[in-house]
């Protein structure tokens, strides 16, 4: 059974880190690209970052460069998310993403609420 766990939400004030997990299970982590993607009531889910099988290869959207980093554990089975200086407009339902060719896996979400 595939499973995308996420954890790490919650709510935090404007300035701070938060970091983001996503526990793989069921598929072979190791073959699929990851991403995390995110969603508001307004908009429609983006893209925030993505990283390949390998690790060496990683993508941003413009507005989280320089301040989130995505990596991975293909030993552990594991992606994290690790943001810095959060600000009102990050907030959003995090979504973790497994994609291999034509197959994608995604998680339940977790909530990242930044306010003063």
């Known amino acids: 059974q595939v499973q995308l766990e996420e954890s790490g939400g919650g709510l935090v004030q404007p300035g701070d880190s938060l970091r983001l997990s996503c526990a793989a299970s069921g598929f072979a982590f190791h073959l699929y690209a990851m991403g995390w993607y995110r969603q508001t009531p307004e908009k429609e889910r983006e893209l925030v970052a993505g990283?390949?099988?390998?690790?060496?290869?990683?993508a941003y959207a413009d507005s989280v460069k320089g301040r989130f980093t995505i990596s991975r554990d293909n030993a552990k089975n594991t992606l994290t998310l690790q943001m810095h200086s959060l600000n009102p407009d990050n907030t959003a339902v995090y979504y973790c993403?497994?994609?291999?060719?034509?197959?994608?896996?995604w998680g339940k979400g977790t909530l990242v609420a930044v306010s003063s």
């Open positions: 990283i390949s099988i390998s690790g060496d290869t990683t």
């Open positions: 993403n497994a994609n291999y060719n034509d197959m994608a896996y």
